[in-house]
């Protein structure tokens, strides 16, 4: 658990690092979009939601990758874009933003010789097929091809597990490490971004990050963005926001019980010299409830 001067500053550094995308964005005409618990934040509380720890955006594998191909030159000193190019142990398919100087070590990578600073995520959205049983097989491939690369990588889990699961968890996790051993990384991170983008070069009705299918919205509601105050900035968020957040968390305004206001609980946090960056008399008052 956070006190609530550290969740604060959390908050900080976080809104530093989607400062960073929102320059980088705006120089190059990148287009992002809040999702999760980040547009849920935007909406309901103009700012994040106050028990969470980071921020998650998305964006068109379009501009995903001229996003990863302009940060090779562009970002600023400080900050870390950690991709499975820029650090081959990454366990992630998708891109984390990290700020140097900081520590932020969940668990279940708590092994990993990784950069592991506080992180903004980035995921890439694709296209996925109409017919609902393509779009599931669609899933269950890149998933089934991520398996070997999260298991050569990590060997806990991201989630606390009943002791049964726990056991099945594991040596699901051992057979997928053994058989990751027998196979060419760089090779199945190409076959899950060919299974990812198959259908990018037609109109669907959809797109997602296509692991996670309740990340998933009309491809319409990003022709355009509405824009909701994020703490002291603003964010844009997909112009069918409201529909989004219903089908992802039913009645999205009313607040869940306190037993499930939780976030990360790293297993190691270190602010390093952002400890004290603002005094709380330079903070702005936030909404709880």
């Not at 809040?34 to 994040?48: K, M, Q």
Request: glycine share 4%; aromatic share 14%.
């Amino acid at each position: 658990m956070y006190s609530e001067d550290q969740l604060r500053q959390i908050h900080d550094i976080e809104i530093i690092l989607l400062n960073e995308v929102e320059r980088i964005c705006n120089k190059h005409n990148i287009r992002y979009f809040a999702i999760g618990g980040t547009a849920l934040g935007a909406v309901r509380h103009h700012g994040f939601i106050p028990w969470d720890d980071d921020l998650d955006i998305g964006m068109l594998r379009e501009d995903y990758n001229k996003f990863l191909r302009v940060c090779e030159n562009e970002l600023s000193p400080g900050f870390f874009l950690q991709t499975h190019k820029t650090e081959p142990m990454s366990p992630f398919y998708f891109s984390k933003l990290r700020l140097d100087g900081t520590k932020f070590v969940e668990k279940y990578v708590r092994k990993l010789k990784i950069h592991q600073g506080i992180f903004l995520d980035i995921f890439p959205y694709d296209n996925i097929p109409d017919n609902r049983w393509a779009e599931i097989i669609q899933r269950l491939k890149v998933d089934f091809l991520s398996q070997f690369v999260i298991a050569r990588r990590v060997q806990g889990t991201s989630v606390e597990l009943a002791p049964f699961k726990k056991v099945f968890a594991f040596i699901y996790r051992c057979v997928f490490r053994a058989a990751s051993f027998l196979m060419n990384m760089d090779k199945v991170i190409s076959l899950i971004d060919r299974e990812s983008t198959k259908y990018n070069n037609m109109q669907t009705q959809y797109v997602s990050y296509v692991r996670l299918p309740f990340l998933k919205m009309k491809s319409e509601w990003i022709d355009s963005f509405v824009y909701y105050q994020f703490e002291n900035t603003q964010i844009p968020c997909p112009q069918g926001v409201n529909l989004y957040l219903r089908n992802h968390f039913g009645n999205y305004m009313q607040m869940p019980p306190e037993s499930k206001r939780v976030g990360h609980s790293p297993f190691v946090l270190d602010l390093g010299r952002w400890a004290n960056m603002l005094s709380p008399k330079d903070r702005t008052p936030r909404e709880t409830e």
